[in-house]
Every structure is written in structure tokens, then in C-alpha cells.
């Protein structure tokens, strides 16, 4: 009964895990935004590069520093932010399932352009009028009588250089509050003094001061939060590593929440009905049923916030490699992050019952193997028919088995430095590990040989092919170069309706055909 009942909730995890697919796809393109700023590479819905033309939060902290390092890195912070602002505005487009997306002038060819930091693109990178925004990250001064003055409303007011910009000035969040407050002082003060100054009947003096006071209400008005603090493209600018990896913590978590939410609220809703009807029965009391309902809720929304989490960060890696063939399969209909994050769960837990002495060696090793035929069996079955055409179950195989592998080891590894237990099981543990270890360096180099290979192989096809296409046109060889073209389709997975001369005539000829593509 106790195995059964395992057995059902293991069953009830996979499920709930491979329910938040759409979540992970989703989330997991939003967290790769701060990837792809950190790269200098812009990756599309599809897994396509786009054009990028600009610098990267990489480039930017190898950027040299001046006499002055503090005030160089400054400086070279808002840079990062620019990158910052970028990611964190089409990451929350995504999420909103919109199809615009900002672009830093720089990263659209409009190198160092005097107007604009930032616009807004369509789906076709057309540029939406009236979107363009600047970026200062300038800083403030407290004079003597305990006032802070912001360097960037003094700016808009005063300096009428910056009359170019015609659009939003974003600037730090920690100072957003301060400048507004401040614009707004010192909008006031000269009203009053242009005020008193009519009243003297120096009209003329009094207007000059009036349109001080409205350049200041217009920066008032202007200045807009980046949402993005001095300190985090401070961060951004000195270590973007660890700044990476905090924003794609928050992606992750962010998702698993999500996803725990709507797990819970379903799981609420049907083990209340279970319950009640096992009350009603008499199998249970109410207050019996209530605990129950209260853990398979608790259970529900943890699984689901896990794989959620765990399937956004890889989602994230896989859309925002550099690799076509990561990308690829990390869009693929399959959906590989969901997969692996399902399989990753279901392995951590099945390694903890192992050290816990839940499950013996062999159980272990079979509730492994089962992760590991579930999550390449599906992947396969997938993706047969991509754009790489052909059977692809080896390259398959050695992917999703070097992931598996790679979730072994550092279930192992952590379960070895939080878990005691006896001499015996450690020792089983570490063997484990080890082997996990030998697995994905053969599985790499399996992938690596397969990858190169296709490429070689694409290479050789289309070029005899293109020599074939042409020798068959300029002999007048209909069906050959018919030959030529289907063969060139199903090596990219297109399977032609029509295969030959007469199969085309018979369909011009008949009416009533229809043809299927």
C-alpha cells in the first residue's frame, strides 16, 4: 500500500511538473534577456540571432579606468544600465505576452546617436515613433544648507544643449523621488520670485524668471524612473557575473511562484472535493480532511514551484546560447527545459530517499534509469522532424544524457554535504557520482563529434546538390531536378506532395486536386 501510494506520487509529480511547460517556455525567454546583455547577442522567439550591433556587460567591466577608478567605473555604469534596462523591459514583455521590444540605439547600428538611448521595436524591428528615451546616471550634491540638488533636472532646466532630447529621461531609481521633489522646489521658489518681481511691475524680468520655473516643471514632468538603482549598475559594471546570476535567481523564482499559485488553487479545489466526499462517506472527519487537503496543497505547490524554477534557468541558458543547436532544441516542441527540470526533481528526491534509507541501491538505480529513458524517450519523440532533418536519436541520447548525468552529480554532490549517514551508503553515494562524472565527459564528446559531423555533412549535401540542380536544368531533365529539390527537402524534414513531371501534369489537369503542403 505504502509503495503504491509512492508510486502514485511520483506519477502525480511528473504530471503537475510537466503542467507549467508554458510557464517555463515563457519565464525562461524573459530570464535569458539579462543572458543576452551579458553575451552581446539578441536571440528571437524562435531561437534566431538577431543583428546586434552593440557592447555587452562583459565588455563594459574590461572597459580601461582613469586616473580616477571610482569615478571611471561610475561613469561606466550607466552603460550597464542601458544594458540593464534593455533586458529588464523585455523580460517583462514577455511575460505579458507583448511583441515589442526595447533596443539600445547602440544595438541597432545607431552608434553613439545624440537623441535617443533607448526605443522600442516591433516583432519586424521596425522603431515605433515617439518611443525613444534617454538614460542619465548623473549624480546629486548636498550643499551646505543640507539640500540635495540633482545634476539632471539642473540639466533639463538650464542647459539648452539638452533640448535635443524630446522624449523621457530615465534615471536612477534611487534618485527619482529626490529629483522630482526637487524640480518642483525650485519650480515654486521662481514663481514666487516672478510673482513679486509683477508686482514691482517688472514684467520683463518677471517672465524670464517664469520660463525658468516652467523648464523646471517640464523636468519635473520629463524625469522618469529606470527602475534600476545606482548601486545595481554599480554591481552590474564591477561583476556582472554574480549580477547575472541574482537577476536570473529572481526569473526563477519569480516563475516558480507563479506556478505554485496556479497549482495550488487547482489542487486546492480537487483535493477539497476528494475529501469532503471521503467525510460525507464517513471514511474521514473533518478535521482529518482539512490536514490532508492543507498537505497535498502544500506538496502540489512545492513541486510545481521547483520544476517552474528549475526549468526557467535552464530555458534561460538554452534560448540564450551561442550554440544553434542548443537554441534550437531549447524551442523545440518538446519542450527539453520542462523535461529536465521534471527529471531533475524526481532525481534529487529519489537520491534523498536513497540516503535516508527510504530505498535501497537497487531502487535507486532503477528509479534513475526509468528518469532517464522518460526524458530521452520523450525528447526523441519530439524532435524528429526539426529543422536538422532526419534521425536525430543519437545526437538526442548523448544530450539528454549528459544533462541526466550532470543532475546526478550535483544531486550527489549535495545530498554528500548536507546529509549524514552511514559509511556504507556514503561510499555507494560516491560511486554514483563518479560514474555520473565519467558519463558526461563520453556523452560530450559524443554530442561535439555528432555536431560537427552535421555541419559537414549539411555542407557536402548542399553543394552536390546545387551541382546536380544545375546540371539537371540545363539538360532539361525535369523529373531530375524534381529529384534534386525533394531530396534537398528531406534533408531539412520537408516532404514534397509532388515527386515527378507527370504527378505535377496529372494535378494541373485535374480540377478537383488540392494540394497538401
Not at 76 to 101: P, T, W, Y
Amino acid at each position: 500500500m505504502i509503495e503504491k501510494e509512492k508510486k502514485d506520487r511520483d506519477n502525480k509529480d511528473s504530471l503537475i511538473g510537466l503542467a507549467q511547460g508554458e510557464i517555463v517556455q515563457r519565464h525562461g525567454e524573459a530570464s535569458s534577456q539579462i543572458l543576452q546583455a551579458y553575451k552581446g547577442i539578441r536571440v528571437d522567439h524562435n531561437g534566431h540571432l538577431e543583428d546586434f550591433h552593440g557592447r555587452d556587460l562583459k565588455q563594459i567591466s574590461d572597459y580601461k579606468l582613469g586616473d580616477n577608478p571610482d569615478v571611471s567605473r561610475k561613469q561606466q555604469s550607466g552603460f550597464s544600465a542601458e544594458l540593464i534596462k534593455e533586458s529588464r523591459d523585455n523580460k517583462q514583455a514577455i511575460i505579458n505576452g507583448e511583441s515589442n521590444r526595447t533596443r539600445t540605439t547602440d544595438g541597432i547600428g545607431k552608434t553613439n546617436d545624440t537623441q535617443y538611448d533607448h526605443v522600442i521595436v516591433d516583432e519586424t524591428g521596425n522603431v515605433q515613433e515617439g518611443s525613444g528615451s534617454q538614460m542619465k546616471f548623473l549624480k546629486s550634491r548636498t550643499m551646505k544648507n543640507g539640500q540635495t540638488k540633482y545634476n539632471v533636472i539642473d540639466k533639463m532646466a538650464k542647459d539648452t544643449s539638452w533640448d535635443r532630447y524630446d522624449g523621457p529621461i530615465d534615471i536612477p531609481s534611487d534618485q527619482y523621488e529626490g529629483a522630482v521633489r526637487y524640480a518642483k522646489e525650485e519650480a515654486e521658489k521662481l514663481e514666487k520670485q516672478a510673482a513679486a518681481l509683477r508686482e514691482q511691475g517688472n514684467i520683463e524680468k518677471a517672465q524670464e524668471i517664469e520660463e525658468k520655473a516652467q523648464r523646471y516643471r517640464d523636468a519635473q514632468k520629463r524625469v522618469r524612473d529606470s527602475g534600476i538603482s545606482s548601486t545595481e549598475a554599480l554591481d552590474a559594471r564591477n561583476n556582472p557575473e554574480k549580477f547575472v546570476a541574482k537577476e536570473m535567481l529572481k526569473s526563477g523564482h519569480e516563475a516558480g511562484v507563479a506556478a505554485a499559485k496556479g497549482t495550488m488553487v487547482v489542487s486546492g479545489v480537487v483535493s477539497g472535493v476528494k475529501n469532503m466526499c471521503a467525510v460525507v462517506s464517513g471514511e474521514k472527519d473533518l478535521d482529518e480532511a482539512a490536514v490532508d487537503v492543507t498537505k497535498t496543497v502544500a506538496k502540489d505547490g512545492a513541486t510545481a514551484y521547483s520544476v517552474a524554477n528549475i526549468g526557467t534557468g535552464i530555458k534561460a541558458l538554452m534560448h540564450a546560447s551561442k550554440n544553434e543547436l542548443i537554441r534550437e532544441l531549447g524551442a523545440s516542441a518538446v519542450n527539453l527545459p520542462i523535461l529536465l527540470a521534471n527529471t531533475t526533481v524526481s532525481v534529487g528526491k529519489n537520491l534523498y530517499r536513497f540516503a535516508k534509507g527510504e530505498i535501497n541501491s537497487e531502487e535507486l538505480v532503477y528509479a534513475l534509469g526509468q528518469n532517464g529513458m522518460e526524458l530521452t524517450g520523450g525528447f526523441i519523440g519530439g524532435t524528429v522532424g526539426m529543422a536538422f532533418g532526419g534521425p536525430v536519436g543519437a545526437a538526442i541520447g548523448s544530450f539528454a544524457g549528459t544533462l541526466i548525468s550532470k543532475v546526478i552529480y550535483n544531486g550527489v554532490t549535495k545530498i554528500l554535504h548536507e546529509t549524514k549517514m552511514s559509511a556504507k551508503r556514503r561510499k555507494e553515494l560516491e560511486q554514483i557520482s563518479q560514474e555520473a562524472v565519467e558519463q558526461i565527459a563520453i556523452l560530450k564528446e559524443e554530442l561535439k563529434q555528432y555536431a560537427q559531423e552535421k555541419y559537414e555533412e549539411r555542407e557536402r549535401l548542399i553543394e552536390n546538390l546545387f551541382s546536380e540542380i544545375e546540371r539537371t536544368s540545363l539538360n532539361n531533365d525535369i523529373n531530375g531536378y524534381i529529384r534534386c529539390i525533394d531530396q534537398f527537402g528531406k534533408a531539412f524534414g520537408i516532404e514534397l506532395a509532388l515527386n515527378s513531371k507527370e504527378e505535377i501534369e496529372e494535378f494541373m489537369q485535374d480540377n478537383d486536386s488540392v494540394l497538401v503542403l
